[in-house]
């Protein structure tokens, strides 16, 4: 079982655990988050292991302030308005991600954008303490409601973590609005918090509505999003002339020593460092201009099972950019 505490006097305990790489689950004012350092890719990996998520949806960013928003992502005049109108508060800003940005690409789920919000109180607080993002999906196991008492997240998953932060009820209890902001202007990606009139209101422009059934959808989710541009060869036993290799593990495929180049995903055949090098990784390989990539098998159980389906939503046809896609659930 999780030890609950109560906020006042939880910072310094929290952002301690959170520095050493662990999860804490923190009260927002709309659900309770399951937070972990956004810039630690093994810590964000375990987000996706205690809550048994069988993909990797990309994740919001909480952030204390501005200053910390600007390193991790780019803020047209728009966005800006719009932070500062519902900063903090129940409102997540879909940007494009900063190059160079501190943030592991397991939050991104490798786009190059970043869902990005200001949370109101303790988990601000515990960002300011860390000084760093809190990555931080909802506090449930996947599938389940979201936690909007420290009793729920504990029943849900107090098996799994350490620390709950007790700061009451969530006071808004539904998750916050999720806006794109890009050069075509302003999509809902999904009603929250924030009711979509009053940030037309602020941005004195129209929010266009995804299609019915996509607020539910994960957006990044669409294979299209993700794939590189090599093909993927999943399951590699052996490598062929011109390939790329991603490996996994201590044993290698057959002719190895061809790949034009070979990363590692974990020498040490650990699930939660594979996905914690997944997508730079195989960005990196793109990058090293092979047609293909040949992936070595990684093994299906706890983790290895978002890892497979990254993994295979990456190979999928390019002519069917939807064909993957799926419910997003979070
Ligand atoms: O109120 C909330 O937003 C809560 C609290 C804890 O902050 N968090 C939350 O996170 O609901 P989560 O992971 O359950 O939902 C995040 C949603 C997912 O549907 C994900 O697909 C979407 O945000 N998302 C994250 N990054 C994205 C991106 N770069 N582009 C599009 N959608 C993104
Ligand atoms: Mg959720």
Do not use: C
């Amino acid at each position: 079982m999780a030890r609950i505490i109560p906020a006042e006097g939880a910072m310094d305990e929290a952002a301690g655990l959170l520095r050493r790489g662990e999860l804490v689950a923190v009260p927002t004012e709309t659900v309770y988050g399951l937070a972990a350092d956004a810039t630690n890719g093994e810590a964000v990996a375990k987000i996706f292991e205690a809550k048994n998520r069988p993909r990797f949806n990309p994740l919001i960013a909480h952030v204390d302030s501005m200053e910390m928003a600007e390193t991790i992502a780019e803020f047209s005049p728009l966005a800006r308005r719009l932070a500062a109108r519902f900063w903090p508060g129940p409102l997540t800003l879909v940007l494009p991600l900063k190059t160079g940005a501190p943030v592991s690409a397991l939050v991104t789920a490798g786009l190059d954008t970043i869902a990005l919000r200001m949370p109101v109180g303790v988990a601000r607080d515990i960002a300011a303490a860390l000084g760093r993002p809190l990555a931080a999906p909802s506090a449930n196991p996947s599938g389940r409601l979201s936690a909007t008492t420290a009793d729920a997240v504990e029943k849900g998953l107090g098996r799994r973590i350490r620390l709950i932060v007790d700061g009451g009820p969530a006071r808004v209890g539904v998750e916050s609005t999720i806006i794109r902001v890009d050069r075509s202007g302003l999509t809902l990606l999904r009603p929250g918090g924030v009711p979509v009139e009053e940030i037309e209101a602020a941005a004195g422009t129209a929010v266009r509505r995804a299609g019915p059934g996509a607020s539910v959808q994960a957006p990044g989710m669409m294979a299209s999003h993700y794939a590189p541009s090599a093909a993927i060869r999943r399951g590699a036993s052996e490598v062929h002339d011109g390939e790329a290799l991603l490996a996994f593990g201590s044993h290698r495929a057959a002719g190895a020593e061809k790949a034009i180049a070979m990363l590692n995903l974990s020498e040490d055949g650990d699930l939660r460092e594979a996905a914690a090098n997944l997508f730079s990784h195989l960005r990196k390989l793109d990058e090293s201009g092979a047609s293909v990539i040949a992936v070595e098998p990684v093994p299906g159980g706890g983790l290895g099972a978002a890892i497979n389906d990254r993994l295979a939503r990456a190979a999928a046809p390019r002519d069917h950019p939807h064909a993957k896609s799926g419910a997003g659930e979070s």
